[in-house]
């Protein structure tokens, strides 16, 4: 289909704009980024983050979350438990411990220990070089320096 001829206006930098405030109103217009998958699919784009945080039974203000005084405040109805219980759940597994040595090291130090006890320079000859002997070496090679 043929195009509608007329005026077509030249597309001009705006120099006069602000682009700092407008990278931060654009930012804050996308909304939160949520890292926890649990509440990022439950939350409604429509809704306010009190709304959406009330209907997940979770606190927006943690003064209101714990009662200080005695005032009867009625209680919020909790239309998505479904979150509260995944979130329970995510945080009662246990924590994975990363910063240890592989099964194959552990297995290997446990057994030159238990054969050499606190003999270091044995230990360390032996775990450098299992095959050369001691005579070829020399006592000055028996000692490493870690």
């Known amino acids: 289909m043929p195009k509608a001829k007329g005026k077509t206006r030249r597309q001009k930098f705006g120099y006069n704009v602000n682009r700092k405030r407008l990278n931060q109103n654009a930012r804050w217009k996308a909304g939160p980024r949520i890292e926890c998958s649990h509440i990022r699919h439950a939350w409604d784009q429509t809704k306010s ?18 009662e200080v005084d005695v005032e009867e405040r009625p209680k919020e109805v909790v239309r998505k438990p479904y979150v509260l219980n995944d979130l329970e759940a995510e945080a009662s597994l246990p924590e ?3 910063n240890t040595l592989s099964r194959d090291l552990i297995d290997y130090f446990r057994y030159m220990v238990e054969n050499h006890g606190e003999n270091y320079q044995s230990l360390t000859v032996s775990i450098v070089s299992p095959s050369i002997s001691h005579e070829v070496m020399g006592p000055d090679a028996m000692i490493l320096v870690f």
Request: hydrophobic content about 40%.
């Open 96 to 98: 994975k411990k990363g």
């Open 49 to 66: 983050v009190r709304q959406n945080l009330t209907e997940m039974g979770l606190a927006m203000d943690p003064n209101r979350a714990m």
